[in-house]
């Protein structure tokens, strides 16, 4: 079954996916040995809070058309999906090898990717006067997060 969504239900699931990674930071800064690893990764994790953040306002600042629902769904199923596949494909119960520090940043840059991919997809699957052109945004916030694990994850492995 093909679904098209608008840029709200994109946005709530950008909001997901911050949410996911917001919990997998933690953990892993948890779990970490070492005050700089786990600072860093407290940051990404603060990071993650200011994108769902970006996410909110900009979900806030849609306009009415960008809002409408695409499909008739009065049992909401669209966003129950759309919840499934939030939380099934970036961040979602990855396992975390704390004892490499190299391999949290890898896996870490491993879930941004996965969280563009995702957004790549469901672009396509967003009507042009439904708010297509927000997705490129937050397309845009995630490769910040990849440049800015890469840049952590040179340090460690020079």
């Known amino acids: 079954m093909y679904h098209k969504f608008n840029a709200k239900e994109i946005l709530e699931m950008a909001e997901q996916i911050e949410r996911n990674g917001f919990q997998y930071y933690t953990k892993a800064a948890n779990d970490v040995q070492g005050d700089d690893i786990k600072k860093f990764l407290l940051e990404l994790a603060e990071m993650e809070v200011g994108h769902e953040e970006i996410f909110k306002e ?8 960008e809002k409408e629902d695409v499909v008739f769904d009065p049992n909401e199923e669209t966003a129950m999906y759309l919840q499934a596949l939030a939380d099934s494909r970036v961040f979602y119960e990855k396992k975390i090898d704390t004892s490499s520090v190299i391999e949290v940043l890898k896996e870490a840059i491993v879930a941004e990717k996965d969280s563009i991919v995702f957004y790549l997809g469901m672009k396509d699957m967003v009507p042009s006067d439904k708010g297509k052109e927000r997705i490129d945004h937050i397309i845009r916030e995630e490769m910040k997060h990849i440049q800015v694990i890469t840049n952590q994850l040179k340090k460690y492995s020079a």
């Open 58 to 65: 900009m979900k806030d600042q849609l306009s009415d058309k």
